[in-house]
């Protein structure tokens, strides 16, 4: 099926017939058979592995399911993966997650690991209601972590279709640690189409995280062509982009077709250059990567 066909059916809304076939659409970069191959986001220069783990299942004041169960759970969800080759960690300052991750850290090569945060501006979110500048949330990051440097920080959950303005300040001073090699790359995550199509407008935007499902479910927007127009544009332009709620927040986690039908879309599409997925268990990391395995089988095969 070519992109044209296969974006036309996605504006008809008839796309969940399709995925008993392959859904590569014009896929625009090679891809292997392993879920933790190298790939590269964008013109960033950040190399990292396919699929990363997210800490920040039902996430919200420095709160998340990592961090509400056991610690020893936790640390041997995120040691599992690891050993099985993921080596990319998504945090945010709203998933309070930084400290697990630095006892993780302690059986871990932090020279082969990409390592994603999130600064939290606007209300809410976190307990303070003081929102200090970029300079000063990434110092406590790094202290938090236990790391001298960040391979990426992005602003956290823009909205606003003029954010680029807002945050002007902060995007300033995270270019400047960027200079000073304290991060290693910065851009943002959103939470609406406006935000999404300002960041395709700005050369300050290395990596963007996107929300991205065949199924329109905790989207930007409810058709899914809309979002997908808009990302194809953005990995043109050379940004990294990472896809998350994969499976609608949440929402699709009981469906197995699916799950299937998603991670085989998002992987098909070509402007996705990685995938963020929030795990809990030993258990769910080993079912994604024999999905994933499956899926660019079946890509390959095709």
């Not at 993921?86 to 300052?93: Q, S």
């Not at 976190?126 to 972590?145: G, M, N, S, T, W």
């Not at 790359?185 to 990596?207: E, Y």
Request: proline letters at 4%; glycine letters at 8%.
């Amino acid at each position: 099926m070519n992109r044209r066909k296969f974006i036309g059916a996605l504006g008809l809304g008839t796309a969940h017939l399709m995925f008993s076939n392959p859904l590569y659409a014009g896929n625009s970069h090679a891809l292997g058979t392993s879920p933790v191959q190298r790939i590269k986001l964008g013109n960033s220069g950040i190399e990292t592995t396919l699929i990363g783990m997210g800490t920040g299942v039902h996430a919200t004041n420095r709160t998340s399911y990592l961090t509400r169960q056991d610690k020893a759970k936790s640390l041997e969800a995120l040691e599992f993966a690891y050993d099985k080759g993921i080596r990319n960690f998504d945090l945010a300052d709203t998933y309070g997650t930084h400290p697990l991750m630095a006892e993780a850290l302690k059986k871990m090569d932090r020279d082969d690991l990409t390592l994603t945060s999130k600064i939290w501006f606007r209300g809410g979110g976190i307990p303070e209601k003081e929102r200090p500048d970029a300079d000063v949330v990434i110092d406590r990051f790094r202290q938090e972590l236990q790391t001298d440097q960040i391979d990426l920080v992005q602003i956290h959950c823009m909205v606003e279709e003029n954010w680029t303005e807002t945050m002007k300040p902060q995007m300033e001073i995270m270019e400047t640690l960027k200079a000073r090699g304290i991060i290693r790359a910065h851009g943002v995550s959103v939470h609406s189409l406006d935000a999404m199509k300002d960041a395709l407008k700005s050369p300050w935007v290395d990596v963007i995280h996107v929300r991205i499902n065949p199924y329109g479910i905790a989207m930007d927007k409810p058709d899914p062509k809309e979002v997908v127009d808009v990302i194809h544009q953005l990995h043109n332009s050379g940004k990294g982009v990472i896809g998350m709620k994969l499976v609608g927040d949440g929402q699709l986690r009981d469906d197995s077709q699916k799950i299937d039908n998603s991670l085989r879309f998002v992987l098909g599409l070509g402007s996705i250059n990685m995938m963020i997925v929030g795990f809990e268990t030993p258990e769910q990391i080993q079912n994604y990567l024999a999905r994933m395995e499956r899926a660019l089988s079946e890509m390959n095969k095709g």
